[in-house]
């Protein structure tokens, strides 16, 4: 099977990302994980076929030097992203199939959107994969576009999916300045300003232009709301001793995970939890009460703003998008799902 028609059959059936490394059988990500698409190795040969499709002779150039490049073509009429990596005999690209998320019909809850048109202070998403994560934050930043008018600068470490030019206007950047003036330059002036996929020293990047007054949206790869507070506390902790966290406390209006799973109809669904960072949960961030918040978040009503992951599985269960052994693979607290359950009848 030719490389060519690797890529057709990975879209014809509906993956999200190809992969080829050079030795390894070729493979794509589909909803439900990862399947080999031909038993045979791939070869140094499709290798140099695949950069002939996808990159044009400056990215090769960039590649040949650096060993990595980034970008963006256009596959069978459709926007495709990319990643090289090249080191001695590792040859790998990840080729995204799904940059714009088209496939997915992504359902946000209410509460996330309306924070997020505030546009005030932090707002911090996190999720255990890249792709899952970039795809909830275009979608976010994609129904703010239509709801309002506002400039925007998207700073991603990978290729971010495209937003349609609505109300709201975006840049995008790799974050990546020579320069602070650069920095200074892009930044300047806008109302919000977006992080994706970056390390930690980002995020006090993005604290200070939340100290400033603009919107800030940091976006990290988190498998779990207890995983993203702790680490941020250890880091405002190394930074900025006892003041950190209340510094940032003063900042934040939402804290918000999304995890992906595989639906009954083999589409993804992502359950959600969101902690709206209100008077009494500011004061647990304030003390890094980690354990305090998420028993706050737990025992929230249910009209409040805040949502547990549990009340995101339940739903999805009510549904019927997802199966009751998947929510409780997820569930990180299958009793307290289990007496869920059990009030409404399932």
Same mark, same amino acid.
């Given at each position: 099977?030719?490389?060519?028609?690797?890529?057709l059959q990975a879209?014809?059936?509906?993956?999200?990302e190809?992969?080829?490394?050079?030795g390894?059988?070729p493979r794509a990500r589909l909803a439900n994980?990862?399947v080999?698409l031909r038993?045979t190795p791939g070869l140094?040969t499709?290798?140099?076929?695949?950069?002939?499709?996808?990159?044009s002779?400056q990215?090769?150039?960039?590649?040949?030097t650096?060993?990595?490049?980034?970008?963006e073509t256009?596959?069978?009429s459709?926007?495709?992203g990319?990643?090289f990596f090249q080191e001695?005999?590792?040859m790998k690209a990840?080729v995204?199939?799904?940059v714009?998320?088209?496939?997915?019909?992504?359902?946000?809850?209410?509460?996330l959107l309306e924070n997020?048109? *505030?546009?005030k202070g932090?707002?911090?998403?996190?999720?255990? #994969?890249?792709?899952? +994560? /970039?795809w909830?934050?275009?979608k %976010? !930043?994609?129904?703010?576009?239509?709801?309002?008018?506002f400039?925007?600068a998207?700073?991603s470490?990978?290729t971010?999916?495209?937003? *349609?030019d609505e109300k709201a206007c975006?840049v995008?950047?790799? #974050?990546q300045f020579? +320069? /602070?003036?650069?920095?200074e330059? %892009? !930044?300047?002036?806008?109302?919000?300003?977006?992080y994706d996929g970056?390390?930690?020293?980002?995020?006090?990047?993005?604290l200070n232009?939340a100290e400033?007054g603009?919107?800030v949206?940091?976006s990290?790869?988190?498998?779990s709301?207890?995983?993203t507070?702790?680490?941020?506390?250890s880091?405002?902790?190394?930074n900025?001793?006892?003041?950190?966290?209340p510094?940032w406390?003063?900042?934040l209006s939402?804290?918000?995970?999304?995890?992906g799973?595989?639906?009954l109809s083999?589409e993804?669904?992502f359950a959600?939890?969101?902690?709206?960072?209100?008077?009494q949960?500011?004061s647990?961030?304030?003390?890094e009460?980690?354990?305090g918040?998420l028993q706050?978040?737990?025992?929230?009503?249910e009209n409040?703003?805040?949502?547990a992951?549990n009340?995101s599985l339940?739903q999805?269960?009510?549904r019927?998008?997802?199966?009751?052994?998947?929510a409780?693979?997820?569930?990180?607290?299958p009793?307290?799902l289990d007496?869920?359950l059990?009030?409404?009848g399932?």
């Open positions: 099977m030719s490389l060519t028609e690797l890529l879209k014809a059936k509906k993956a999200d190809f992969l080829f490394v050079v390894a059988e994980g990862w080999t038993s140094v499709e290798w140099n076929l695949l950069q002939q499709s996808l990159l002779n990215q090769k150039a960039v590649l040949d650096t060993g990595v490049v980034l970008g256009a596959l069978d459709h926007r495709v990319f990643s001695g005999a590792t990840v995204d199939l799904d714009d998320g088209l496939k997915q019909e992504v359902s946000l809850p209410a509460s997020a048109l *505030r546009m932090m707002m911090l998403l996190s999720g255990p #994969g890249e792709g899952g +994560r /970039s909830i934050l275009q %976010l !930043l994609q129904k703010m576009s239509e709801e309002k008018s400039s925007a998207v700073l470490a990978r971010f999916p495209q937003i *349609r975006f995008y950047h790799n #974050g020579a +320069r /602070s003036e650069d920095r330059s %892009l !930044l300047a002036g806008l109302d919000l300003v977006v970056f390390s930690d020293e980002k995020f006090l990047e993005a232009l400033q603009t919107f949206i940091y990290m790869k988190s498998p709301m207890e995983n507070l702790r680490r941020c506390f880091v405002l902790h190394k900025f001793g006892a003041q950190g966290s510094r406390a003063e900042v939402v804290v918000a995970g999304s995890y799973m595989p639906g083999g993804r669904v959600h939890e969101i902690l709206l960072v209100k008077p949960v500011r647990l961030l304030e003390n009460d980690c354990k918040v706050a978040l737990g025992q929230a009503a409040s703003g805040l949502l992951l009340q339940l999805h269960l009510i019927r998008r997802i199966d009751l052994k998947t409780f693979e997820v569930s990180r607290d009793d307290n007496q869920l059990k009030k409404v399932i």
